[in-house]
């Protein structure tokens, strides 16, 4: 008899873990999934039907064993990468990864040239022509007198 | 020289705008809807899809759309959808003047209104499946009602449209598609 209940017990015990690490794989999962209807939230967030049944379609391929790559596979293969929130590191998605800190160095760059010329040129008056002298000459003693 | 360059650099902020100006006007005029997924299945065979039956209707698989006689269009719709009874006028209307086969696929829908449905506004489908529970339609990357594709003739998914077809997408997309499709033998 106690042996019987050990059993239960033990099956009890390993069923409830495997059910947490599905739980666990399931919810990495729709943190990582987009909602197609309402489209910047995940599949975690989102209510929406089409969401709930994503998210059973990604719990029962968990439950037959899939891998997350696995099932990210499939999604992408119908959906494609756009239900991805984090986008691939692909040769494709180089610019989107890439690209802010592309745009960083260009700062630095127009920065530092803008500055060097900044501190190269510091501009002296030009000297007066003789006209302008002249001109200047003329102005100020009309006022004196 | 120093001054031309100072010239230029008066002139950058107009040429920001300039280039904002750029990108948003090709939005705007590409009018594209971001909200609408680009397609991944153009081109690959139907994926395989069973649907149950609604009672009284031919009930079809993706075997009958491989190896058809011509171009088939598969249209997913429902009852609860508002959209889909705008299309409905023109899916009848290729159905009766273009003689289109089209195949429907009624989305988690109940099967007692969708009978409805088309008691009241015709049948332009040559068969139809329900999928209940949106399973075969996940499969088939929809996202929302109505979705048609267009077939070919081997079964490949040619073209996808997401909501309403309108008259204008009608005349100008769907039916020079399956035209073309027409016109290829093999």
């Known amino acids: ?145 | 020289m120093k001054n031309k360059l100072k010239y230029f650099y008066s002139y950058t902020p107009l040429i920001v705008f300039l280039i904002l100006v750029l990108f948003f006007a090709r939005q705007l005029i590409l009018k594209e809807d971001p909200s609408e997924l680009p397609s991944v299945l153009i081109d690959e065979k139907f994926p395989s899809i069973i649907l149950s039956e609604l009672v009284g209707y031919k009930v079809f698989s993706n075997k009958n759309l491989i190896n058809a006689n011509g171009p088939s269009l598969v249209n997913i719709w429902s009852s609860w959808c508002v959209p889909c009874k705008v299309e409905h006028e023109y899916l009848m209307s290729m159905s009766n003047n273009d003689n289109i086969i089209i195949y429907g696929i009624n989305y988690k829908d109940n099967k007692a209104e969708a009978l409805k449905v088309l008691d009241l506004n015709g049948n332009p489908f040559y068969a139809i499946g329900a999928d209940q529970d949106g399973m075969q339609s996940i499969n088939l990357g929809v996202y929302g009602v109505p979705e048609t594709f267009i077939i070919d003739r081997d079964g490949n998914i040619r073209y996808r449209h997401v909501g309403p077809i309108l008259e204008y997408d009608m005349e100008k997309i769907i039916l020079p598609i399956i035209n073309k499709i027409k016109q290829e033998r093999l």
């Open chain 1, 1 to 145: 008899m106690t042996t019987i209940i050990k059993f239960i017990f033990c099956f009890f015990i390993i069923s409830n873990s495997v059910l947490a690490d599905n739980n666990k794989a399931a919810y990495e999962l729709y943190k990582e999934l987009r909602c197609l209807v309402c489209q910047n939230q995940s599949l975690l967030e989102s209510d929406a039907p089409l969401a709930l049944d994503l998210k059973k379609v990604v719990m029962d391929k968990i439950e037959l064993g899939q891998s997350k790559n696995e099932i990210k596979k499939f999604l992408v293969d119908r959906y494609g990468e756009f239900i991805l929130l984090k986008p691939k590191y692909s040769i494709q998605n180089i610019l989107l990864w890439l690209g802010p800190i592309l745009f960083l160095f260009i700062g630095f760059f127009v920065t530092f040239v803008f500055l060097r010329k900044q501190s190269m040129y510091k501009e002296e008056p030009l000297p007066l022509t003789n006209e302008e002298e002249n001109s200047l000459k003329k102005i100020l003693d009309n006022n004196v007198s």
